[in-house]
């Protein structure tokens, strides 16, 4: 039983190593087609369930992208509640979002040689 636990915290942790490393720019793939908020941000990406993750993970993402330019914010008002903020991608964001969508395809495949006996 115990070998079993290790494995599925091994396995939780490899998923949670890769997820960081491409939930940006999943993130702004989701914000091409248009403004979100943070919440249906997490319900898009729970539709998927290796890309799930908490609003203690993505929050603070969301406001690194839009300190560094790739996002901006506005608020809008809600029919159900207090006004949202959006999320939505900025020039720099579609531009960061082109060059990792160009090199995906090579490290995912570079990645696959090493993998796939």
Do not use: I
């Not at 490899?14 to 490393?21: A, E, H, I």
Request: proline letters at 5%.
């Amino acid at each position: 039983m115990v070998a079993g636990k290790a494995s599925n915290e091994q396995e939780a942790r490899s998923v949670s190593q890769l997820r960081k490393g491409v939930l940006e720019y999943c993130v702004l793939a989701l914000l091409r087609d248009g403004p979100r908020y943070g919440v249906e941000l997490l319900d898009v990406l729970a539709g998927s369930p290796v890309m799930a993750t908490s609003q203690g993970t993505l929050y603070p993402l969301l406001s690194r992208l839009r300190r560094s330019g790739l996002a901006d914010t506005f608020l809008m008002e809600s029919a159900s509640g207090p006004s949202r903020r959006y999320y939505q991608l900025t020039d720099q964001g579609r531009q960061a979002l082109e060059e990792f969508a160009g090199h995906w395809p090579g490290f995912r495949d570079a990645v696959d040689r090493f993998l796939v006996p």
